[in-house]
């Protein structure tokens, strides 16, 4: 077992880093606290973080929560709309698109399940010289401990997440060559991890067919994630 917190931390930085900008300029993403001499009105700091257990006797699992807090100081009133450039700019890279991420998976973990959970704006605070005004950003992910090298097991084909109704092969099986022999867990959005043996069961040429009553991949939309272990 690993300590997952700075994996996680370190996956926002590397996303985020160089590429939130305010007046065409990198907003600052740190740690706790601004970098002494640092005099960027805007930066971003990686701030509360915590989880719970998640795990199984097979794997080490956690929920994470990680908040990003968006400090604009001013010598000025102000109001929130440079906070509000700075988290369309977050949203746009962290959730690019439904049931996506831009986070890379660091050595020794897999990200999985990201939302956002809370948002939220402080009161503005005022000293006399400045104003400060911030915006509190949540994101919540699945971690899962690999043990491997890279941050995802490289499958021979390619690997995809997440898996919608549209790849399966049928009503109820996806197949892809590249989880032959490998061991997986399902996720299914909107329901949680499934049973393996009577919710879903492997494909012996790769993949997994789900045993859900009702189950029609070619008539409903579904989302599922897949955890390698």
């Known amino acids: 077992m690993i300590d997952v917190k700075q994996p996680v931390r ?6 985020l880093f160089a590429q939130v900008l305010y007046n065409s300029n ?33 794997s080490f699992d956690s929920i994470e929560k990680i908040t990003l807090d968006i400090v604009y ?12 450039g700075v988290a369309g700019q977050i949203f746009q890279l962290v959730l690019p698109a439904p049931n996506v991420t831009g986070l890379a998976s660091p050595p020794g973990t897999q990200i999985n399940c990201v939302e956002i959970t809370d948002d939220r704006y402080m009161p503005a605070m005022f000293n006399g010289s400045n104003t400060v005004v911030r915006r509190l950003l949540t994101f919540k992910q699945h971690v899962r401990q690999t043990g491997s090298p890279s941050g995802i097991p490289a499958p021979a084909q390619p690997f995809q997440n997440p898996i919608t109704s549209p790849d399966f092969a049928n009503a109820t099986d996806y197949a892809n060559a590249a989880f032959k022999n490998r061991k997986i867990t399902l996720y299914l959005n909107g329901v949680g991890f499934l049973t393996e043996g009577t919710q879903w069961q492997p494909l012996s040429d790769g993949g ?8 029609d991949a ?7 994630y897949l955890l390698l272990t």
């Open 10 to 15: 370190k996956a926002y930085f590397d996303l």
């Open 26 to 58: 990198p907003v600052p993403v740190v740690d706790d606290v601004k970098n002494l001499g640092d005099n960027s009105a805007v930066y971003i700091i990686m701030s509360n973080q915590d989880g719970v257990n998640a795990g199984t006797f097979q």
């Open 73 to 84: 100081k001013a010598q000025s009133r102000v109001n929130k709309e440079v906070l509000d």
């Open 208 to 215: 997994f067919k789900i045993l859900l009553p009702n189950f």
């Open 218 to 224: 070619t008539t409903n939309a579904y989302v599922f």
